[in-house]
């Protein structure tokens, strides 16, 4: 724990500007992100007497190392900062609102010569049109099931609508009318645009002028005694009217807005956010979040706000936000919003009327999700905690290991040997901590040396940037390593980053921002028994690292092994303890054997093509579609290869000194028969791709 006047600013050096400040540990991971009018005054708050701060604050400031900040001009520029921030280094003790879900779109591409019209989750891509979000996929195919007989876009991947092209046949939808076909050409690029238009302006709310239009065609061909065009016209008006029940009327003026409610308590707060569209309800969201420090309701709303537009442009930020308290100040938050939409935005509180009904009800969706959320948290937490317990019970260590990492070695007969990283923090998964591994120092299959190599790189590279971020000394007044040893050391660790293919200065940072493995772990867990516990520890022991704790996990009776201990610690079956170290394994094995597997097809995908310099994807897939195998293109002449269009002479020659320099791979074989085929791997598939490939190529694939 840190003595906050350790590391408290001097007087008068704080500047008393709008600005962003960031904590940081003595790790130099950044811990907290927060933004100021006043630097000089919001700072001086957090280093006073630590009885007088509130307790998740004193936890803050007890755990960080040092304090510095960044001076802007404004408080629009100091939120946008700040959300920039908040977003590259993920603070542990900043709120930061989860999704127990990735809530699906209905998403329009746009961007494609033909737009699609589909379900999509994750990020948003530039150039397509989204509605929702929804709360469940099936929610959004309903819709599209229903709209397809008025609008038939198309919903086909890439995939199909090749084939398609290819055989000149339509899929199911293309003969039932729910595709306009345009993949054999029943409607060219531009009305098969224009429907996609239609489908987005009816999704966006616009749909008493289409409804009208349609009564009013229904009409004319009924007079005109065009009974089956009229029943067609009848029939697609109410599947129209169907789609339109699904999301009912809330405002009666049309509006376009998005309420915002909160619920919370002392420790937690959940949002509920419904999106609407023409006065209905589009889609509806909601996160929930720890309130890590001492915060309003209005600090709540203005992080709710971050995270809801902080990605978002344009019709995306509805003209008016309803909110049940507003930020204070509340005109820089006017100002950014104003500024991602391109036009004023209203941000208020409401009032009376039908909007303040609906933010009732937005405020108990909110407090019915907060309920949930702790009815699930209670037995979580408390399971979390008692296995991290019991694991440190059992191993005799000095407090609960709240980072635990597991490496696990995967090959297939001693080929493409790899190995994985996990990270599992206060028991549960930190994947974007999670690395892989290709074993370097040797070739074959060896597990022990594997995993020795495995853990030298991994601390090498913990102990690279310990050194250069200074929290080790080398003046002999410390503990740190002095005179031969640290320039040992330092020889080793540049050794150690350029086999990894990096720069020896490849971990230098000018903000100080950790990077890969700059924070260590309380307790290392590897895939294995005793050869694997032993290499892991004297790997550590190498290093000079004597903080971290090893152990084994054996699968054949889930027994723990632990370093120079000839017997193994056997936790009981029961035991939540084992039940998380069992999880921990289960995943870096996971991690591990599809890290083997995607470098295996890689090998088996690669080609001597790859090899040859200024040799693309397109101009190898035009060679192989030209001459129909490897076999073919390595007997064609050099002329014959020019006639490729794109192939040049000089190419042609480079090409055929490629393909003569490697050796021929073994003949293909049917496994079913027995059977040598004709034609060698190179082979075109049905969608113009190899289907399998020529020699290996060792040097393809990355390793962080």
């Known amino acids: 724990m840190a003595d906050p006047s350790s590391y408290r600013p001097k007087p008068g050096q704080i500047p008393d500007s709008p600005g962003v400040y960031r904590f ?56 946008q900062l700040e959300y920039s921030w908040i977003k590259e280094f993920d603070p542990r003790f900043n709120v930061k609102y989860r999704d127990d879900k990735s809530y699906p779109y209905l998403a329009v591409t746009m961007n494609e010569e033909f737009p699609r019209v589909q379900v999509m989750r994750g990020h948003k891509r530039k150039g397509v049109r989204y509605f929702g979000p929804y709360a469940h996929a099936w929610a959004i195919r309903d819709t599209v099931d229903l709209l397809l007989r008025v609008f038939p876009v198309r919903t086909c991947s890439a995939g199909v609508f090749k084939n398609a092209t290819r055989t000149g046949r339509p899929c199911l939808l ?17 009305e098969h645009r224009e429907l996609a238009e239609e489908f987005c302006d009816f999704m966006a709310g616009r749909t008493g002028t289409y409804l009208r239009r349609l009564e009013q065609r229904m009409t004319e061909a009924a007079e005109e005694m065009e009974y089956e ?28 807005a998005d309420l915002i409610a909160v619920a919370e308590d002392e420790l937690e707060a959940a949002v509920q956010i419904f999106h609407v569209r023409g006065g209905r309800v589009r889609g509806q969201r909601g996160w929930v979040t720890d309130k890590v420090e001492e915060i309003t309701t209005g600090a709540l709303v203005e992080h709710a706000l971050q995270q809801l537009y902080g990605e978002e442009k344009g019709d995306s930020v509805p003209k008016e936000v309803l909110v049940p308290a507003l930020p204070d100040p509340v005109e820089p938050v006017q100002e950014w919003l104003a500024d991602r939409r391109g036009s004023a935005v209203s941000l208020r509180i409401p009032q009376r009327g039908d909007k303040k009904a609906l933010m009732e ?169 005793q050869p694997q516990v032993a290499a892991a520890k004297r790997a550590l022991d190498e290093l000079g690292i004597d903080d971290v704790a090893v152990c084994g996990l054996a699968k054949r009776l889930e027994e723990v092994w632990l370093p120079e201990e000839e017997d193994p610690v056997v936790l009981p079956r029961t035991s939540e303890g084992l039940y998380l170290l069992q999880r921990v394994r289960d995943e870096a094995h996971r991690f591990a054997i599809t890290y083997q597997r995607t470098k295996r097809a890689k090998r088996f995908r690669s080609s001597p093509l790859d090899d040859v310099p200024g040799l693309g994807e397109t101009r190898k897939q035009a060679l192989l579609k030209h001459f129909g195998s490897l076999k073919k293109l390595r007997s064609a002449t050099i002329d014959q290869i020019c006639e490729v269009p794109g192939i040049g002479r000089k190419t042609a020659e480079t090409i055929a000194v490629a393909l003569a320099q490697a050796a021929p791979a073994a003949p293909a074989v049917n496994t079913a028969t027995g059977e040598i085929m004709e034609e060698e791997p190179g082979t075109m598939g049905s969608g113009g791709e190899p289907v399998t490939t020529g020699a290996p190529d060792e040097r393809r694939g990355q390793e962080t």
């Open 174 to 190: 293309g003969y039932i009318g729910k595709c306009s076909a345009p993949c054999v050409g029943r409607v060219d690029p531009e």
């Open 361 to 529: 009800t937005v405020q108990r969706n909110a407090q019915q999700s907060l309920a949930l959320h702790k009815t699930k948290r209670a037995s979580d937490l408390t399971t979390r905690s008692r296995a991290l317990e019991e694991i440190a019970e059992a191993l005799d260590l000095d407090s609960a290991p709240l980072r635990i990492e597991c490496y696990d070695i995967s090959h297939l007969q001693g080929d493409d040997v790899v190995a994985s990283m996990v990270v599992f923090e206060d028991g549960l998964q930190r994947k974007s901590e999670y690395r892989r591994f290709q074993i370097k120092g040797f070739e074959g299959q060896d597990d022990v040396r594997s995993m020795h190599e495995v853990i030298t790189r991994r601390f090498r590279r913990y102990l690279a940037e310990k050194e250069r971020t200074g929290e080790w000394v080398e003046d002999g007044h410390g503990d740190g390593l002095v005179g031969g040893a640290a320039e040992g050391l330092q020889t080793g660790l540049e050794t150690a980053l350029e086999a990894d293919g990096l720069p020896a200065d490849s971990l230098k940072n000018e903000d100080g921002r950790p990077k890969k493995f700059a924070y260590p772990p309380q307790l290392v867990v590897v895939d294995g028994g």
């Open 24 to 79: 940081r540990d003595e790790h130099r991971r950044v811990i907290y992100v927060g933004k100021a009018k006043s630097l000089r005054q919001r700072l001086a708050n957090y280093f006073q007497d630590l009885a007088n701060l509130h307790p998740r604050t004193r936890s803050m400031v007890t755990t960080a190392a040092s304090v510095e900040w960044t001076v802007v001009s404004t408080e629009v520029e100091a939120l």
């Open 229 to 256: 065009r009229a029943a067609r016209l009848r029939d697609d008006i109410g599947a129209l009217r169907k789609a339109m029940e699904k999301n009912a009327v809330v405002l009666a003026d049309a509006t376009d």
